[in-house]
């Protein structure tokens, strides 16, 4: 529990307080599935009743656990340079994800992956496709993320595959200039990662033909589909030849992804990796401060501490993470704001610098933090509170990863 300068309510178990000062029944969610209608966490106007017990939360210390593949990079028979490439990324045993979904995509099939960011799907998908690449020259494939940074996440992990090898990629995000990349399609790629808006664009222009793309991969689909790109996505992937292998990721199994995969993959297999609840992983408490100059206050006493070492704050609006961003840097911090008006180098340059430890903080919008991967993050800060309680989980989630405890802080 974080000691702040300002007044702190008790909570006893089981009970919470509305703001006429009445007992409330209170039971901690257990929102499994994405069928299930999740709380709206009102916005915290006077007067207004906060459910903020869904926001303290005591970390369990999580063991390790080890899991034991039942296959190793070596089994695979992938060619020499792919496997030298493994080892140099230090990839010595396959993820439950990989393990279970490599041979399935080599042996050609259609595959649904239920898995999160930080399980390594990206390379269950791209090995498999890097090897098709490779066997068959006249093979190219196509991948679509709901962010820029993802898209450009996994096109970096697909270089890094494919060092030396001669295969060629283009990102097509939005946000970043057309033309190079109608320049790169042109010079002919093997593989072409997008978020589905760009990608549509540049089919409609007739600079991607998706007739010619035999591999998709949906990353993340319920991340796309939350972000409206359905229509993008079902008009990109009618398109697609009808003999085509297909790897659909989502965090989630909604309706909706059901009804996407039983529309575009053929007998499909399910591969699901269970990670355990984010949640357990994570301290999770409340800070208090009313006003605005109570909120930078209780920010500046956090980010002194020296445990706060690499924090991902959220706010909000994108103008928001630029006034905290210039606040803070008036107060000597070492911060970058990180949302969708900044050039997508700018983005960039943010993100790196956070996973390098040359900055202490980024201040993010939900839609821009969206997917990328930073490791070690050791605070999430909602500055802004979530609007809803998926949102948190998915923004708490970038903290607590693999066998480390994160803490997520929450101004109310
Ligand atoms: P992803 O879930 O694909 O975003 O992967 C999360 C992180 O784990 C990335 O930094 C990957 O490079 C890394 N990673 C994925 N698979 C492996 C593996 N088998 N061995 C070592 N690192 C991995």
Known sequence: MYTLKYKTRDFSPGKSRDARGGARKFSRPNFKSRGVARPKIRKPKRGNYIDEKLFINKAVAKEKEVYVSTHTFADFGFPEPLLKNLVIKNYVNPSPIQDQTIALGLSGKDVIGIANTGTGKTAAFLLPIINTLLNDKKASAMVLAPT?????????????????????????????????????????????????????????????????????????????????????????????????????????FSPEIKTLCTDFLTNPVTVSVKTRDTAASIDQNVVRAQSKEQKIEALHDILIRPEVKKVLIFREMKRHTDDLAKELTKRGFRVLALHGDMRNRERERAVKALATGEIQAVIATDVAARGIDIPDITHVINYDIPQDYDTYIHRIGRTGRGDKVGTALTFI
């Open 148 to 252: 820029r940074e993802l898209a450009l996440q996994i096109e970096n992990e697909f270089r890094s595959f494919t060092n030396g090898m001669r295969l060629f990629s283009v990102s097509c995000v939005g946000g970043s200039p057309i033309n190079r990349q109608i320049r790169e399609l042109n010079m002919g790629v093997h593989i072409v990662i997008g978020t589905p808006g760009r990608v549509k664009d540049l089919i409609d222009r007739g600079n991607i033909k998706p007739s010619m793309f035999g591999l998709v991969v949906l990353d993340e689909a319920d991340r796309m589909l939350d972000m409206g790109f359905v229509n993008d996505m079902r008009y990109i992937l009618g398109k697609m030849p009808k003999e085509r292998q297909g790897f659909f990721f989502s965090a989630t």
